[in-house]
């Protein structure tokens, strides 16, 4: 069983940055990989961003590809996400995911164990 909580969204200018963090319990975190999806105001959840269970590999979608990295603090049990050169494509709320396979060259499908998400807003 692994627990996820969001944190680290708000408001922000077009061109800002944000980094939003994914707070995990449970013994078995650092065996999985993990990603971030979000879900803009009424369109569907889609993916943004993957890691594998060593952080030694990640996966971006090509929408925010240069601009938003992911990491991980295995210690800290967190995964991140760093957003930079924020868009107001970019509003959505954010959601952290623990996968069940992880792929580099392809976006991944969820897992079962999802985080409440946390809301980013991108003003123009």
């Known amino acids: 069983q692994v627990q996820l909580v969001e944190s680290g969204g708000g408001l922000v200018q077009a061109g800002g940055s944000l980094r939003l963090s994914c707070a995990a319990s449970g013994r078995t975190f650092s065996t999985y990989a993990m990603a971030w999806f979000r879900q803009p105001p009424g369109k569907e959840r889609e993916f943004v961003a993957a890691?594998?269970?060593?952080?030694?590999?990640?996966n971006y979608a090509d929408s925010v590809k240069g601009r938003f990295t992911i990491s991980r603090d295995k210690v800290a049990n967190t995964v991140y996400l760093q957003m930079n050169g924020l868009k107001p494509d970019d509003t959505a709320v954010y959601y952290c995911?623990?996968?069940?396979?992880?792929?580099?060259?392809?976006?991944?499908?969820?897992?079962?164990?999802w985080g409440q998400g946390t809301q980013v807003t991108v003003s123009s």
């Open positions: 995911n623990a996968l069940k396979y992880y792929s580099s060259n392809t976006p991944p499908s969820p897992g079962n164990y």
């Open positions: 890691i594998n269970w060593s952080g030694g590999s990640t």
